[in-house]
């Protein structure tokens, strides 16, 4: 099938009685993009990806993977999907490679291609030396490396990820993210995670959710348009504190400003525009022309956290939703 589109969720709703986990929610995700869900616990975002894996029943609402509804094509959604779940429900009396050789028949590939396969992900993962170990005797960093290889053995068109960084070391988190980096275009990727810097890092797009609806969605840049309006500019300048008050109140094309004193006689400068404008080239022309220095200009941008915040209104940030459903 030749769709756009990899995932389409078209007013999503999931209800436990009286409670509503997730409630209209409808994005679309392109084939080859990496997105992620972002939001605090409880937001929905482990819902949708059971939904969408078919794991879970929604109670209202259409999903579709690859062109085939979620439900009423369950088995066809199942071979085109790669999910690796938060807490991987792995065997633990059985060997990385068994497991994975088991996994793989499962999901219906011959014993030849099982072996092939097999092979690809030990490498890919950095599973090689472990091969021969009983998954039980693995620390938390290597098994979610072989529940990553596992989501990957069948080389499904979409990958659903759920906190797949999560227990790993700074050495392993920057192998995931180059492994799950060099997955788009062959694959669509789709995950969720707490670690807003590696959002930011790993995934093309965001969609970010808040008690079960989704609140915004875009690129960071995006995002962060949306956020602040316009491009704020920070400026260190050497000059008469009066004279710089004066200047900032009379420039038509300042909206709003802030001042503090810094070091050696500068006072550093937060420049509102009027308008979605970059200041710098104005502000470099206008300390030339009164003759002042100037140290530093720059545009201030939002962090990835900073927008998260702002829009949730989560200050301990976003974690899993381990126990979002329970």
Not at 49 to 77: H, K, N, Q, W
Not at 219 to 240: D, K, N, W
Not at 284 to 303: D, I, K, M, N, P
Request: glycine share 10%; proline share 5%; charged share 30%.
């Amino acid at each position: 099938m030749s769709e756009p589109w990899m995932i389409e969720v078209q007013d999503l709703t999931k209800r436990y009685g009286s409670r509503v986990a997730i409630h209209g929610v409808s994005f679309q995700v392109a084939r080859g993009e990496i997105v992620g869900l972002l939001g605090p616990n409880g937001a929905g975002k482990s819902t949708t990806m059971r939904i969408l894996a078919g794991f879970l029943p929604a109670t209202f609402g259409t999903a579709r993977v690859a062109g085939y509804d979620v439900a009423l094509d369950s088995l066809e959604v199942r071979r085109r999907i790669g999910y690796m779940p938060e807490n991987n429900p792995l065997y633990p009396e059985m060997r990385v490679q068994e497991y994975l050789r088991f996994r793989a028949r499962l999901k219906g590939l011959s014993r030849r291609r099982a072996r092939e396969r097999v092979e690809v992900v030990l490498e890919q993962c950095g599973l090689t030396e472990v091969r021969r170990r009983l998954i039980g005797q693995l620390s938390k960093g290597y098994r979610q490396r072989v529940g990553l290889a596992d989501a990957l053995v069948h080389e499904p068109d979409l990958i659903v990820l759920d906190e797949p960084t999560i227990g790993l070391d700074p050495h392993q988190i920057r192998s995931v993210r180059r492994l799950i980096k060099g997955l788009a275009g062959r694959h669509t990727v789709l995950l969720s995670t707490h670690i807003l810097p590696e959002a930011e890092m790993t995934c093309h797009r965001m969609l970010i959710l808040l008690e079960g609806r989704v609140l915004a969605s875009g690129t960071p840049a995006e995002l962060e348009r949306r956020l602040s309006g316009s491009r704020q500019v920070l400026a260190e300048i050497a000059a008469p504190e009066e004279g710089l008050r004066s200047f900032w109140n009379a420039c038509p094309e300042v909206a709003a400003w802030e001042m503090a004193p810094a070091d050696d006689g500068f006072h550093r400068c937060l420049l509102m525009p009027r308008g979605d404008q970059d200041l710098r080239p104005q502000v470099y022309a206008w300390v030339r022309e009164q003759g002042w220095t100037l140290r530093e200009l720059s545009c201030r941008r939002y962090s990835l956290e900073d927008i998260y915040v702002r829009l949730t209104g989560q200050e301990g940030g976003g974690a899993s939703d381990e126990d979002e459903e329970d």
